[in-house]
């Protein structure tokens, strides 16, 4: 008799929290709450400038609007950690920037073949650079170099436009 009324007390027990659950998730708001289209369309809002802020107009009635939100993308060297410390400060370039450099983290000693590898290649990068140097070579990186748009000569553009004039009308599109 006493193991039934357990029984009973416990699916009792269960069922209660099994409503309770629905309850909280029919009464709790949702983590990104839906909107609802306004009985009157709402007025034209112009797109704001980066600078100006997002004016929202005001909601009739019961209904939820939300604001603009922009998502900003991540630097691509660097994996998304919404929890991670950003400065808000962020030094300018000097002389010492240029001549530092970060030490490597043990996984780039690893990949690079351990600290004695990677010093020989420092050693050999650093004699090669002397060399280039002294013997006035160019630099094995250089930076690039634009070349000016081809122009056409002045017989070149005569023949265009004769040819754009037995064609009637080069500058519009073909039609399909």
Same mark, same amino acid.
């Given at each position: 008799?006493?193991?039934?009324?357990?029984?009973?007390? #416990?699916?009792?027990?269960?069922?209660?929290?099994?409503?309770?659950?629905?309850?909280?998730? *029919?009464t709790t708001?949702?983590?990104?709450?839906?909107?609802? @289209?306004?009985?009157?369309?709402?007025?034209?809002?112009?797109?704001?400038?980066?600078?100006?802020?997002?004016?929202?107009?005001?909601? *009739?009635?019961?209904?939820?609007?939300?604001?603009?939100?922009?998502?900003?993308?991540?630097?691509?060297?660097?994996?998304?950690?919404?929890?991670?410390?950003?400065?808000?400060?962020?030094?300018?370039?000097?002389?010492?920037?240029?001549?530092?450099?970060?030490?490597?983290?043990?996984?780039?000693?690893?990949?690079?073949?351990?600290?004695i590898m990677?010093?020989?290649?420092?050693?050999?990068?650093?004699?090669?650079?002397?060399?280039?140097?002294?013997?006035?070579?160019?630099?094995?990186?250089?930076?690039?170099?634009?070349?000016?748009?081809?122009?056409?000569?002045?017989?070149?553009?005569?023949?265009?436009? *004769?040819?754009?004039?037995?064609?009637? #009308?080069?500058?519009? @599109?073909?039609?399909?």
């Amino acid at each position: 008799m006493a193991v039934a009324k357990r029984a009973t007390q #416990g699916a009792l027990l269960a069922g209660m929290l099994l409503a309770g659950i629905a309850h909280a998730q *029919q009464t709790t708001p949702a983590a990104v709450p839906v909107p609802t @289209p306004d009985p009157v369309p709402a007025p034209a809002v112009p797109p704001a400038a980066d600078d100006a802020p997002v004016v929202v107009p005001p909601a *009739q009635g019961n209904v939820t609007t939300l604001g603009e939100v922009r998502a900003l993308k991540p630097e691509d060297d660097q994996p998304l950690d919404l929890y991670r410390f950003k400065n808000p400060m962020r030094a300018e370039n000097n002389r010492f920037s240029r001549d530092w450099s970060e030490p490597p983290s043990p996984e780039q000693v690893s990949m690079g073949g351990g600290y004695i590898m990677m010093g020989v290649v420092k050693g050999v990068m650093a004699a090669a650079k002397g060399l280039n140097k002294i013997t006035g070579g160019p630099d094995q990186i250089q930076s690039a170099i634009a070349r000016p748009p081809p122009e056409l000569s002045a017989e070149q553009q005569r023949r265009a436009l *004769q040819f754009c004039a037995q064609q009637d #009308g080069c500058g519009a @599109p073909p039609e399909k």
